[in-house]
């Protein structure tokens, strides 16, 4: 089954507390991306990889980091979270069909609810 | 210039109206245009998208019009079912996701279909 996994699903920290979210695809994806949800905001895009050891910011991408070492992941890094980095964090995947076009195939995490205290 | 505005913020249709949610956009180059549906407690799902060298694209009960002089686009979903309730979010980017566009979300439009 196609899927996109993240851990943990929910994760209470306090404010300086370095933290890792992770990310992992089965399907083989070059690109993926993480992006924040926020009440009346929709989502932002932090950052993404478009393959290995290619990375690229974001709409939001101040303090995050992410890495790519290998195609199926890609962990979102929060070296000294704060509060107003309490989310709802999506990891997403995606191919381009050869047809083009439109025949965009993305899959999305189940989420992954932060809390920074 | 980089907003996508998305309307109405909430949507209430009987079962087996139709649902109409729209979006505006700024950004000329933007040239790739999707839908998502999201459950509570889910990610999104990409439900339908659309390139501007197309007017209109139906997946099923989904229907993406596309005005590309209006810098318009809209979600109809027709014939609503109690199991279309869900936000919906556009979005807009300079190319699809793959091809390394970034989408701009608009901020969503919660539907309740009522029996």
């Known amino acids: ?117 | 210039q980089q907003q996508v505005k998305q309307s109405p913020q909430s949507l209430i249709v009987q079962k087996g109206g139709i649902s109409i949610i729209n979006c505006a956009y700024e950004n000329t180059a933007f040239d790739y245009f999707p839908w998502y549906q999201q459950f509570p407690g889910k990610g999104p799902a990409l439900l339908i998208a659309i390139r501007p060298d197309v007017s209109e694209k139906k997946e099923g009960r989904f229907t993406i019009s596309f005005n590309k002089s209006a810098k318009q686009f809209s979600l109809h979903i027709m014939d609503s079912q109690p199991g279309d309730s869900a936000t919906y979010f556009c979005a807009a980017s300079m190319a699809p996701p793959a091809q390394g566009g970034k989408l701009i979300f608009g901020q969503g439009t919660e539907l309740s279909v009522k029996p």
């Open chain 1, 1 to 117: 089954e196609a899927q996109v996994t993240q851990n943990p699903r929910y994760l209470i920290t306090v404010t300086g507390k370095k933290l890792t979210v992770t990310c992992s695809q089965n399907m083989n994806h070059e690109y993926m991306s993480w992006y924040r949800q926020d009440p009346g905001l929709g989502l932002r895009q932090i950052y993404y990889s478009m393959n290995v050891e290619v990375t690229d910011k974001g709409d939001v991408p101040e303090g995050y980091k992410v890495s790519r070492k290998e195609k199926r992941n890609f962990p979102l890094i929060l070296e000294s979270p704060s509060p107003n980095q309490t989310s709802l964090y999506f990891c997403a995947s995606s191919y381009l069909g050869t047809s083009g076009g439109s025949q965009e195939t993305q899959y999305f995490g189940p989420g992954t609810r932060l809390l920074v205290l």
